[in-house]
């Protein structure tokens, strides 16, 4: 099977886009060995892809893993995102997980289900982004599968070291804590406001949404800065606070007039007619990174200020009730 | 989200099953709720389901990592397999995977994408066979991720301890090596092929095809009884140890004389005019273990020898050429 597909590539050679390959054509042994010749092996990898499974370094003797699916059409069109561009967003928020943590990503591991008429370098240029992103954030991919479905969905698994840290849980937020974020709010959700109105102005907010860049190494940065609680924005800052608030048992204070100015978010948000804070406060997919920390820590500039916590329950914005149900449920 | 779930239970309390309470009816977060508390915690977890990601004892200081896809009309139909049955395979043959590295299961990641139609007991009883599966490998359900979808797919990682043992990877077997199995061959593809004459008898070959059960100790063992190679036969025995030839440089030679008569597999074979050793050498999804081990080293009674590596390449049953392109390719 992988000789048909060498064949066909072969044939193709110098006119490998113009040659319509499907994922079929490859068949399951070529497409695991195209995109595996595009997956460099990292450091972190003893067995890598093509046995039963792949052998990770683990040094810390703890492994951090979290798992996130993305499926064509609920979280990406493939009209409006290049394929590279999911695979870099499908890294993205994986790693995001394993650094909200305070840990180090290792490894991914790389499901991919796709309907057979894919053109291959779809399936290649996914693979691309991957990897790309991956080695971002120090990582590489180590394993997976691949199965035929009738629509394309991605399932990753990203593995963590902490490194001798404790890890920052969603539980240990005290009363006088500072809140911070590490990373941009907002940019996504404008990006694809944009996308969906058929803009392409500002550039940065429609790249923001198509590869969003989190700041991995700001996780562990807080671990070793004493940060009580960390969770990584996917959902919406409020929903995702929400989180933070309900297991710590505690209230979280956003203070809006702190959230930093974004002259590009203020532009778009001026093309568009919308809420440029409503972006900063539901809009998922940046991937920030927000952190409480001890009364008093004095933190380095990347991390910004923008609440507090307090007594209570729920999250607060500006002193008022928070805006409920606002983030995304995928069954709503 | 949780709450709406709540009401809903309460309202349907005496008559959960017959309320048709369907997955959108949870919403994202209960049924995230609901299945969580159908996943006992196990002792390899110090952070579980609920947080950004998962911590996972790794007292090896490596982790052995693998993930498999299952999607709704290529590995299972909903009309043949009950969700317990699904949860267990899911299980089963990641669990599979990780004891075919010489490695102890530790923890799942589960990714459900559904659509929000099925019925809510359709999740819950897929997470009590989940349950149930990684209970008998010893290992838990650890974390995951749920999301809407046009079909039912289930991703699941495994993760695994070597506890101070070398990874038994498929490169390793040396020609005069034993060829071992563990486990049963052909049941699965029997129960499937029955099941697909509308069949029910003989049910042990049918249960053999809805919830498999791997010999997951098996494979620790063949590691300290220093197995060469080792693979979980999983698309077919031919087509696997073609796996384990062609990682190794060597030829490894089947005698079907060796392949240990199933009597329940003639008689399926009898009802159906079928070809008993046709199932036994590419029927997959038993997860039976195949380890090559030095000459002259002393078996226990599970592993029975069906076979010998010799210098060469590919496979041979019974001295004549493999039956190529005999196993499962999800594309063709």
């Given at each position: 099977?992988?000789?048909?597909?060498?064949?066909?590539?072969q044939?193709?050679e110098?006119?490998?886009?113009?040659?319509?390959?499907t994922?079929?054509?490859?068949?399951e042994?070529?497409?695991i060995?195209?995109?595996?010749?595009?997956?460099?092996?990292?450091?972190?990898q003893?067995?890598?892809?093509?046995?039963?499974?792949?052998v990770i370094?683990?040094p810390?003797?703890?492994?951090?893993?979290t798992m996130?699916?993305l499926?064509?059409?609920?979280?990406?069109r493939?009209?409006?995102?290049?394929?590279?561009?999911?695979?870099?967003?499908?890294a993205?928020?994986?790693?995001?997980?394993?650094?909200?943590?305070?840990a180090?990503?290792?490894?991914?591991?790389?499901?991919?289900?796709?309907p057979?008429?894919?053109?291959?370098?779809?399936?290649?240029?996914?693979?691309?982004?991957?990897?790309?992103?991956?080695?971002?954030a120090?990582?590489?991919?180590?394993?997976g599968?691949?199965?035929s479905?009738?629509?394309?969905?991605?399932?990753?698994?990203?593995?963590?070291?902490?490194a001798?840290r404790e890890p920052?849980?969603?539980g240990?937020?005290?009363?006088?804590?500072?809140?911070?974020?590490?990373?941009v709010?907002?940019?996504?959700?404008?990006?694809?406001?944009l996308?969906?109105?058929?803009?392409?102005?500002?550039?940065?907010?429609?790249?923001?949404?198509?590869?969003?860049q989190p700041?991995?190494?700001?996780?562990?940065?807080a671990?070793?800065?004493?940060?009580?609680?960390?969770?990584?924005?996917?959902?919406?800052?409020?929903?995702?606070?929400?989180?933070?608030?309900a297991?710590?048992?505690?209230?979280?204070?956003?203070?809006?007039?702190?959230?930093?100015?974004?002259?590009?978010?203020?532009?778009?948000a001026?093309?568009?007619?919308?809420?440029?804070l409503?972006?900063a406060?539901?809009?998922?997919?940046?991937?920030?990174?927000a952190a409480t920390?001890?009364?008093?820590t004095?933190l380095?500039?990347?991390?910004?200020v923008?609440g507090?916590?307090?007594?209570g329950?729920g999250v607060?914005?500006d002193?008022?009730?928070?805006?409920?149900?606002?983030?995304?449920?995928?069954?709503?």
């Amino acid at each position: 099977m992988a000789d048909g597909w060498m064949a066909a590539r072969q044939a193709a050679e110098a006119d490998w886009r113009g040659a319509h390959i499907t994922v079929a054509d490859l068949g399951e042994f070529g497409l695991i060995a195209a995109m595996k010749a595009l997956l460099p092996a990292g450091t972190a990898q003893l067995v890598g892809i093509g046995d039963d499974a792949a052998v990770i370094r683990a040094p810390d003797a703890r492994v951090v893993a979290t798992m996130d699916l993305l499926v064509e059409g609920r979280h990406f069109r493939r009209d409006w995102s290049a394929a590279f561009d999911v695979g870099c967003k499908a890294a993205a928020q994986n790693l995001a997980d394993i650094a909200a943590m305070g840990a180090v990503p290792t490894v991914l591991l790389v499901g991919f289900a796709t309907p057979g008429d894919v053109p291959a370098d779809w399936a290649l240029d996914l693979a691309r982004g991957l990897a790309q992103e991956a080695a971002r954030a120090g990582a590489s991919v180590a394993g997976g599968d691949v199965s035929s479905a009738e629509a394309i969905m991605i399932a990753v698994t990203a593995l963590g070291d902490l490194a001798g840290r404790e890890p920052v849980t969603r539980g240990g937020a005290r009363p006088g804590d500072q809140l911070a974020i590490a990373g941009v709010l907002g940019r996504s959700a404008a990006g694809l406001a944009l996308l969906k109105a058929g803009l392409a102005e500002p550039a940065v907010l429609v790249a923001a949404h198509q590869r969003p860049q989190p700041p991995y190494d700001a996780g562990p940065q807080a671990a070793d800065l004493g940060a009580t609680a960390m969770i990584d924005v996917s959902d919406g800052l409020a929903q995702d606070l929400g989180h933070v608030a309900a297991a710590s048992g505690v209230r979280i204070d956003i203070d809006t007039t702190r959230l930093a100015g974004d002259p590009q978010l203020a532009a778009a948000a001026s093309a568009l007619g919308a809420d440029r804070l409503g972006w900063a406060l539901t809009g998922g997919e940046d991937h920030a990174l927000a952190a409480t920390f001890p009364p008093g820590t004095e933190l380095p500039a990347r991390w910004s200020v923008i609440g507090a916590v307090a007594a209570g329950r729920g999250v607060r914005v500006d002193g008022g009730s928070s805006p409920t149900h606002s983030g995304w449920d995928h069954f709503r």
